[in-house]
């Protein structure tokens, strides 16, 4: 069974533009959560979708944004890029549920620049 | 609000050395606490998950206990390899039925030959 996948890997962009990343979760698994991941605050949580509705959200601006698709795909968006959104985003699928393990992808490194 | 603390950040340890990585957590009203490991610029593998009404797990050389009333958990490595060298990662899944995480930030662990 092949795991969560993320797209693109790595990513440079430049303050004030906007970037789409993208979370395909493992196969039969219809939740999706978003975490931010960097040096001085760790992993923090961005948000979580299931049947393609935001379930909860973390406490970042409204800069970020995310969907999901039917096939349970997600994507999460950043507008109005500042330096301090460089980090590694992670995505996580599980079947949702409080007894379920949550899988990570390999994450992708986003460079502001 | 739960905190996740893990302590030491960091532990250095010669090959065969058996270890415990320690996690706590402030609020015991938890779902399930589930250990990762983070190899450098990668993603969360997962190791173990222990249900707020299980004690240990077990998988391999690892062995993970939760004492949901202190608000602690322990990752034993027995016989350690350099292999093992990594960043672990504990993470809380809080009740009231949300898919987010709660993380600590990590011991980064070096196994020397």
């Known amino acids: 069974k092949a795991g969560v996948t993320q797209t693109p890997r790595y990513l440079i962009k430049t303050r004030g533009q906007q970037v789409t990343l993208s979370c395909s979760p493992i196969?039969?698994?219809?939740?999706v959560s978003w975490y931010q991941q960097t040096p001085g605050q760790g992993l923090q949580f961005l948000f979580e979708?299931?049947?393609?509705?935001?379930?909860n959200k973390g406490n970042f601006p409204g800069r970020f944004s995310g969907r999901q698709f039917s096939n349970s795909r997600s994507e999460m968006n950043v507008s109005t890029l500042e330096l301090g959104d460089s980090a590694l985003y992670l995505c996580?699928?599980?079947?949702?549920?409080?007894?379920?393990?949550?899988?990570f992808g390999p994450g992708t490194r986003l460079t502001v620049t | 609000k739960q905190e996740v603390t893990q302590i030491p950040a960091a532990l250095s340890v010669p090959e065969g050395e058996n270890l415990v990585l320690n996690c706590s957590f402030t609020?015991?009203?938890?779902?399930?606490l589930q250990w990762f490991r983070q190899d450098p610029g990668k993603g969360l593998t997962s190791l173990l998950l222990?249900?707020?009404?299980?004690r240990e797990q077990t998988s391999g050389r690892l062995n993970a206990s939760l004492d949901k009333s202190s608000g602690r958990s322990t990752l034993y490595i027995a016989a350690s390899q350099p292999g093992d060298s990594a960043t672990y990662l504990c993470?809380?899944?809080?009740?009231?039925?949300?898919?987010?995480?709660?993380f600590g930030k990590g011991t980064k662990l070096t196994v020397n030959p």
């Open positions: 979708y299931f049947s393609e509705t935001q379930r």
């Open positions: 609020d015991s009203a938890i779902y399930n």
């Open positions: 993470a809380v899944r809080l009740q009231g039925g949300s898919e987010k995480l709660v």
């Open positions: 996580a699928s599980s079947l949702r549920g409080p007894y379920y393990e949550q899988y």
């Open positions: 222990i249900q707020s009404s299980q």
């Open positions: 196969s039969g698994h219809r939740s």
